[in-house]
């Protein structure tokens, strides 16, 4: 059986949440959820990550920085690729979320929100830029298979909503 | 090692290889920049699946054979996709009416395969039912667009899904492997989603004021190896590299 449950050995917390999402910098992977589990075995750190989208090219670069900051701090380690349970945005930390919109991307809605705005032109994302709801879908694809394209017809900028994805 | 397995899972990898090469293609060419990233977009969503599939199929063959060696290193007739999904980009209404029919029949695939007995095919599928739900959405939102658009876009959309039509019919092929796999519990019997598919197909259309085609001849042979002429072709760009610098990494 598969648990939506993260292992995540106290200690090695700090050093997993100094490595950033290479497509959103200022997002930590801790706060994305994609580590779920971070044990040490026999000396040798074991790590299990999970993708975001299937095709997300940013996981291997992921593995390699996970390995790369354990290593700087003397830990070995090793990691696993496990696609159960599925990612999904409810893993992204509060802090995450706040990252997100600082950064100029808006957090996800809840799923029927999500359904709302991408499927009947709801206006209920709000703009990174002036907070109005006054925004309108683009195009559901965006720069990255997370994301979909908005405009704010308030100011008029253009900005990546999270999609949500459950 | 599990042979019958091994050809099952290519008969469902195979599908989403050939069809996300199709729509990189327009990578810098999609009719405008929203339709070519979202084309793009699915393309490595497919190709994302993909790798899992075919990582677990390398796995299974216990040979030291890689997922790159299976996606780019077998002969034309060692491919088992469904003829469907090699129709060539020949215009944004085939590319989208292709998108929509394997899109409705995927989602309905994958729904199934998520029940499979076989763990990772199990969790594969799971992960790829969220990302097909949104091309599905995208396709059918287009079909919808094109076929009650204007009368240019409703005559390219019909012609669309009339020229592709004699494609679907193959989706619900089994192959003596499938069978094979289907009762142990792991595979999907296909010929069970085969009615769900054409009434959903259907309504779609209906809503889309296009006409579902009378079908008569249905042509097959995909999942058997036997290509149209198109898959050489698009072989030769997806196997360029590798056959020309064997073993080249980047
Ligand atoms: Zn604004």
């Given at each position: 059986m598969v648990t939506a449950e993260q292992h995540i050995d106290q200690k090695l917390f700090p050093i997993l949440e100094q490595?950033?999402?290479?497509?959103?910098?200022?997002?930590s992977i801790m706060d994305m959820g994609v580590v779920r589990s971070a044990v040490l075995e026999n000396d040798i750190v074991k790590v299990q990550i999970t993708p975001?989208?299937?095709?997300?090219?940013?996981m291997d670069v992921i593995g390699d920085d996970i390995k790369k900051a354990l290593l700087d701090t003397g830990y070995n380690s090793e990691i696993e690729l496990i696609l159960a349970p599925a990612w999904t945005t409810?893993?992204?930390t509060p802090k995450g979320r706040k990252a997100l919109e600082d950064y100029g991307i808006a957090a996800p809605l809840d799923a029927e929100a999500d359904k709302g705005v991408l499927?009947?032109?709801?206006?209920?994302v709000k703009c990174?830029?002036?907070?109005?709801?006054?925004t309108r879908l683009v195009?559901?694809?965006?720069?990255?298979?997370c994301k979909a394209q908005f405009q704010c017809d308030d100011c008029q900028e253009p900005f990546d909503y999270f999609k949500c994805l459950k | 090692m599990n042979n019958n397995l091994y050809k099952y899972i290519l008969g469902i990898a195979d599908n989403s290889l050939i069809l996300g090469q199709r729509l990189g293609e327009?990578?810098?060419?999609?009719?405008s920049l929203e339709t070519d990233i979202a084309c793009t977009n699915i393309s490595l969503d497919l190709f994302g699946q993909v790798r899992s599939y075919y990582q677990y199929a390398a796995k299974i063959t216990?040979?030291?054979?890689?997922e790159d060696d299976i996606a780019?290193?077998?002969?034309?007739?060692?491919y088992v996709n469904v003829l469907l999904v090699e129709q060539?980009?020949?215009?944004f209404a085939y590319t989208i009416g292709r998108q929509f029919l394997f899109d409705v029949y995927h989602l309905l695939f994958l729904n199934e395969l998520q029940?499979?007995?076989?763990l990772m095919l199990s969790a594969i599928a799971v992960k790829s039912i969220k990302e097909v739900s949104y091309h599905q959405r995208f396709s059918s939102d287009w079909v919808k667009r094109l076929g009650d658009g204007t009368a240019e876009s409703h005559q390219k959309m019909q012609d669309a899904i009339d020229g592709l039509w004699?494609?679907?019919?193959?989706?619900f092929h089994q192959t003596d492997a499938d069978k094979i796999i289907v009762s142990e519990g792991?595979?999907?019997?296909?010929t069970n989603l085969k009615e769900t598919y054409y009434s959903k197909v259907s309504e779609l259309l209906q809503e889309a004021t296009l006409k579902t085609p009378e079908s008569k001849w249905f042509q097959k042979g995909g999942k058997e190896g036997?290509?149209?002429?198109?898959l050489g072709y698009l072989l030769s760009d997806l196997q360029y590299m590798q056959r020309t610098y064997p073993n080249m990494e980047w």
């Open positions: 490595v950033s999402d290479p497509e959103i910098p200022v997002l975001t989208y299937s095709g997300c090219p940013a409810d893993w992204i499927l009947e032109g709801k206006r209920l990174t830029n002036c907070t109005s709801t006054n195009s559901q694809f965006g720069s990255t298979a | 327009l990578c810098g060419h999609g009719p216990g040979n030291g054979k890689s780019m290193l077998r002969k034309e007739r060692e060539p980009n020949t215009d029940k499979s007995n076989d004699t494609y679907t019919d193959e989706l792991i595979g999907v019997d296909v036997i290509h149209t002429e198109h």
